[in-house]
C-alpha cells in the first residue's frame, strides 16, 4: 500500500508536490518519514543514482529521477517493489507533461500541491488488484527490479553519507583499477626495453673486441 508520494527538485532538494496517506492512527508516524524523505532530497545530486530503494523501519522508500526532479514513494515492504516503480513512471510522465517548463523557475515549496489529485488517482487505480496484475504484465520494458541499489535509511541519513558516494566509490574503484593495469603495462614495457639495451651493449662489446683486436 501506498503511504506517501512526494516530488522535489534535485538542484536543491525544493519539494514541489506531495500526497499522504490520511489515517490518524499513522498519522503521526507519516509527518516522520515526511521529515525523512525531505532529508534525503537535500542529500540528491546529479550523480546520485537514477533509482534507489532505501529500507526504513516497515516501510521501503522507492525513489527515481527524472530531469533534475526527483519521484518518491513510501510503501509497505509487502508492495510490489515493480508496481512501485511503475507507479512513480506513470507519476513522472504525467507531472513532467504539466509543469515541466515550470520546475526551474519556481521557488515557493508545494507549487504545484493542486498534483495530487493526479496522484490520488494514479494511487488509486494502482491499488486495484486487477490492475496490479495488468500493469505488471505491460510493464516489460521497466529495467530490471533487482538491480535497483538498496540501502537503509540510517545509513543515508544519521551518517550523514550523500547518495551521490554510493557512485562515487564505485567509480574511484574503476579508477585505480586503470590505474593499475596501465602501471603494469608501463613495468612491462620497461621491463622488455632494459632486457633489449643489455642485449644491444653485450652485442658492441663483442663487435669491438673483434673488431680491434
Known amino acids: 500500500m501506498v503511504q506517501m508520494t512526494m516530488i522535489a527538485r534535485v538542484s536543491d ?3 514541489l508536490a506531495a500526497s499522504m496517506q490520511e489515517d490518524e492512527k499513522s498519522g503521526r508516524s507519516i509527518l516522520d518519514y515526511q521529515n525523512q ?6 542529500k540528491l545530486t546529479a550523480q546520485s543514482p537514477r533509482r534507489c530503494t532505501i529500507e526504513t523501519g516497515p516501510y521501503l522508500f522507492h525513489y527515481m529521477i527524472e530531469l533534475d526532479v526527483c519521484y518518491l514513494v513510501l510503501c509497505e515492504k509487502t508492495f510490489s517493489k515493480r508496481l512501485a516503480f511503475s507507479y512513480l513512471e506513470d507519476l513522472a510522465t504525467e507531472f513532467h ?3 515541466g517548463k515550470k520546475v526551474p523557475t519556481v521557488t515557493r515549496p508545494y507549487t504545484f500541491i493542486e498534483f495530487d489529485t493526479y496522484i490520488q488517482k494514479a ?3 494502482f491499488a486495484d488488484s486487477r490492475a496490479r496484475r495488468n500493469l505488471a504484465s505491460l510493464n516489460t520494458e521497466l529495467q530490471d527490479v ?3 541499489m538498496m540501502e537503509n535509511i540510517d545509513d543515508v541519513l544519521q551518517r550523514g553519507t550523500a547518495i551521490s558516494e554510493l557512485e562515487g566509490k564505485a567509480q574511484g574503484l574503476s579508477v585505480l583499477s586503470h590505474k593499475y593495469k596501465k602501471d603494469a ?5 620497461s621491463s ?4 633489449v639495451a643489455a642485449a644491444g651493449v653485450v652485442i658492441l662489446v663483442i663487435f669491438l673486441y673483434f673488431f680491434i683486436f
Open 192 to 195: 622488455t626495453y632494459a632486457k
Open 13 to 15: 532538494g525544493l519539494p
Open 97 to 99: 507533461s504539466l509543469y
Open 185 to 189: 603495462r608501463y613495468l612491462n614495457l
Open 37 to 42: 524523505a525531505k532529508m534525503l532530497f537535500r
Open 123 to 125: 494511487k488509486k487505480a
Open 146 to 148: 533487482q538491480r535497483i
